[in-house]
């Protein structure tokens, strides 16, 4: 493999996991939103009730 | 029943996913000219695609809200989740595309960044609807939804802009991928193939994330109107 053929390879393999771990990272903070609203929510409904 | 078909969606979608990658990576061959550096495509275009696909799901949303606001509450709200979840997915995908450009660029052109149409624009309509989710992160009032519905509105009018940059002006960026002309487009089959199988698990996945930000917005809206209830019943 020459020296233009490794780059390429790591600027693709740069490429696949930066596009993962910011799709990935959105998924996890929309479980973090999520389970907080989940949280904050239930104490009131009991109240209420 | 419903969280059954959310689960088995999310299955195929994952499914999806991991066969496009390897579509894009073992079966679609090397470009002649870009050799692997080019496998970078089949993940800038898709999302590119997608996020102006939720970008012109935001505008809806938005124009939604103008028209209920004042005479259709629900379907109001309705419509400010869906303007809401399609800026911020939207934004989510715009990132992908303005990462991994460079990424492309830097192996295709020997640089990282130059301000032509085609990239200016992108950047453009990124700051838009980063400016808009910061207005509803930040700001206060009963103004707010009207303000990031108009917002959202003229953020969606730089798309077209977008797609039609590298038709209007010379740009160093390549023809478009679809109805560029005879020179553009993706003539080998397995790379065809590769590329539409990633558009499709791409869309899939976005319609997921987009189907449960809306979701989350959703029940935001159902807590902050029952807040509201009981603070007018206290």
Redesign the interface.
């Known amino acids: 493999m020459d020296q233009r053929a490794i780059l390429d390879h790591q600027f693709v393999i740069a490429a696949y996991a930066i596009t993962w771990a910011i799709q990935l990272g959105y998924l996890a903070w929309l479980g973090l939103k999520w389970r907080a609203q989940q949280r904050n929510a239930r104490p009131k409904g009991r109240a209420t009730r | 029943m419903k969280k059954l078909a959310i689960s088995l969606y999310a299955v195929v979608t994952v499914a999806l996913l991991g066969w496009a990658?390897y579509q894009a990576?073992y079966v679609a061959p090397d470009e002649q000219t870009m050799?692997?550096?080019q496998?970078?495509f089949y993940?800038?275009v898709p999302?590119a695609m997608v996020a102006f696909l939720f970008f012109a799901i935001s505008l809806a949303g938005s124009v939604g809200y103008l028209a209920f606001r004042r005479n259709r509450a629900e379907w109001a709200q309705i419509s400010d989740a869906w303007a809401l979840a399609g800026a911020e997915?939207g934004v989510?995908f715009c990132?992908?595309v303005l990462?991994?450009g460079p990424?492309?660029g830097?192996?295709a052109w020997g640089i990282w960044w130059t301000w032509d149409a085609r990239l200016t624009t992108t950047l453009v309509l990124w700051l838009i609807y980063v400016s808009y989710l910061l207005l509803r992160r930040f700001a206060a009032g009963p103004q707010v939804q009207t303000l990031a519905a108009v917002l959202g509105i003229f953020g969606a009018l730089d798309v077209p802009i977008v797609y039609m940059s590298n038709r209007w002006w010379r740009t160093q960026h390549p023809a478009p991928v679809f109805g560029g002309g005879s020179d553009s487009g993706v003539k080998d089959p397995a790379m065809l193939a590769a590329f539409g199988w990633n558009v499709l698990a791409w869309l899939a996945?976005g319609l997921l994330?987009l189907a449960?930000?809306y979701h989350?917005e959703r029940?935001?809206q159902k807590?902050a109107a029952?807040?509201a209830q009981?603070a007018l019943d206290a």
Do not use: C, F, K, P
């Open positions: 990658w990576i050799h692997e550096a496998r970078i993940y800038h999302s997915v989510v990132t992908v990462i991994t990424l492309w830097r192996r996945w994330i449960l930000r989350v029940h935001h807590i029952q807040d009981d």
